[in-house]
């Protein structure tokens, strides 16, 4: 009976033991998400003129696991912001310069309508047909004339069938006027366009009538397409713009190309693009770790979101559980080249970087906490055990 009474003091003895040294280590065996960085030495060979070999370099990563790879951290400061504001005023810059270039003049296709008037001939009335109403049930019914069919080709009195797609209306004018020359003196033709139905561009998105667009006579530009689409609506981002042009997908910033004095109004849309208007529901970044509220942050309506944007939108970090030297950025996915960005943000003016931190689509912004926390989670989660004893 002794025995067994003397053992139970070295039983709470061990039991108590083995908790401290859990405590010792609570920082890395602390519940929940944490990012583990190390140092590492990248041997770096720059050569000079006299061929000598770089010192090595120091450098923080984001240590792997099983499903991640390593991740180089780029550090958060005033010359990365400027890099990446400069990467992206010339990624605008070139974007602008491929659609500044204005398009050819209209040239008639099939499904166009074209007025042809011989003047001192009124028997040619006949042919164009009665006028449309504005009563019409159909508005999308071409209006009195005669319509280029789908081979592209014109049939007019006397002329016969004439091929005249990609032509402009001068150039059928010359071409009729010869054909009627062999019947008539002299004759006076007039081509006009009636109605433009061969070349759309397709506007779709948040804007408040979506649809398809005709190209007429006078070039179609970025602002003409958005305000004949109705204008953005209250859900529009209007810095993520998709141009899908000859099966490539362009992303415009609206924004960014304003803020560089390039106009819109000076960017040119062609026959069979398509214009997407992306919602800034799309465009959320994720806010999450040692924040008041986790929250997946929404872009103003610029579409411009930042850091500092992003933690305000979740109550700032927690006063009493974030560690503020432990911020993080994660960019990119694994199918493609993912990014960690770090900023310590113990000093109030590195809210100052936060500020001009500009955060892309899907972003991941993680505080980390406070090695006290930890170990107090780790403390809490041992106290029943120890009691337990």
């Known amino acids: ?27 890395a065996v ?42 180089a951290i780029t550090k958060v400061d ?11 005023k010339q990624q605008q810059l070139e974007l602008s310069q491929l659609l ?6 209209y040239a008639v296709g099939p499904g166009d309508v074209l007025q042809i008037v011989v003047w001192d001939h009124p028997e040619f009335a006949a042919a164009l047909g009665t006028s449309q109403t504005q009563s019409s049930p159909r508005p999308g ?61 397709y506007v779709d998105g948040e804007v408040h009538s979506p649809g398809a667009l005709a190209v007429n006579d006078v070039p179609m530009t970025l602002y003409e397409a958005i305000g004949r689409a109705g204008g953005f609506n209250e859900h529009a981002d209007q810095s993520d713009l998709v141009l899908v042009r000859d099966g490539q997908s362009h992303r415009l910033n609206m924004t960014q190309l304003l803020a560089q004095g390039v106009s819109p109004s000076r960017l040119y849309l ?48 927690n006063a009493s559980t974030a560690d503020a030297a432990q911020m993080f950025v994660v960019r990119g996915s694994l199918s493609g080249t993912p990014e960690v960005f770090h900023l310590d943000g113990r000093s109030p003016v590195a809210m100052l970087l936060a500020k001009d931190f500009d955060l892309q689509p899907k972003d991941v912004v993680y505080v980390d906490g406070s090695g006290l926390v930890r170990f107090n989670r780790v403390l809490s989660l041992l106290m029943p055990l120890i009691r337990a004893c």
Request: charged share 20%; proline share 5%; net charge positive.
């Open 1 to 27: 009976m002794l025995a067994v009474i003397q053992s139970r003091p070295v039983y709470r003895l061990g039991a108590l033991m083995a908790a401290v040294t859990l405590l010792t280590s609570a920082c």
């Open 30 to 71: 602390a519940p929940g998400m944490r990012m583990e960085t190390s140092r590492v030495q990248d041997a770096s060979s720059n050569s000079n003129a006299a061929g000598a070999v770089g010192a090595d370099v120091i450098q923080e990563k984001a240590n792997a696991t099983p499903g991640t790879p390593d991740i």
């Open 270 to 317: 062609k026959h069979g693009d398509l214009l997407r208007v992306v919602s800034r529901d799309e465009n959320d970044v994720y806010v999450m770790g040692e924040v008041n509220k986790p929250v997946s942050a929404i872009p103003r309506r610029t579409g411009r979101i930042t850091l500092a944007d992003a933690l305000s939108q979740a109550g700032s970090v």
């Open 100 to 105: 500044s270039e204005a398009p050819q003049a």
């Open 78 to 88: 005033a010359a990365l912001i400027s890099s990446l504001a400069q990467s992206r």
């Open 141 to 201: 019914d071409p209006l009195a004339g005669f319509i280029i069919d789908q081979n592209g080709t014109l049939t007019f009195p006397y002329a016969g069938t004439l091929d005249v797609a990609g032509l402009r209306t001068e150039e059928i004018q010359r071409r009729l006027t010869a054909a009627l020359a062999k019947y008539f003196v002299k004759p006076q033709v007039t081509v006009r366009m009636a109605s433009y139905r061969a070349r759309q561009v």
